[in-house]
């Protein structure tokens, strides 16, 4: 059996993903709002990207019904998808249409 300890360091560290994430998110949005171009960023990454989290996302709730364990993971999923989709939209804004 883990030690409690573990398993709340291991939960800590998994919530600790989400805000890891987000401060390389960050210069990311802020200069797709300054440039207003995401032309040099690829918008078929980024769509590969959310089919990711959102397959990572599914797992994290099936194994949250199997084991009634892992809210952690789910939260830090969630919050990844909404960081991937807000970065998929500022792309769409920002892209140059070309005539």
Same mark, same amino acid.
């Given at each position: 059996m883990?030690?409690?300890?573990? *398993?709340?360091?291991?939960?800590?560290?998994?919530?600790?993903t989400t805000? +890891?994430?987000l401060s390389a998110y960050l210069p990311q949005w802020i200069k797709l709002i300054q440039t207003k171009s995401s032309d040099d960023i690829s918008l078929r990454s980024?769509? *590969?990207?959310?089919?990711s989290a959102s397959f990572a996302l599914f797992y994290a +709730?099936?194994?949250?019904?199997?084991?009634?364990r892992?809210?952690?993971l789910i939260i830090s999923?969630?919050?990844?998808l909404c960081c991937i989709?807000?970065?998929?939209?500022?792309i769409v804004r920002f892209r140059t249409r070309k005539a």
């Open positions: 883990v030690p409690d300890s573990v *398993i709340i360091t291991a939960n800590v560290c998994q919530v600790a805000f +890891i994430s980024w769509c *590969i990207w959310f089919f +709730i099936v194994q949250y019904l199997l084991n009634n892992g809210w952690p999923t969630i919050a990844s989709l807000f970065t998929v939209s500022l």
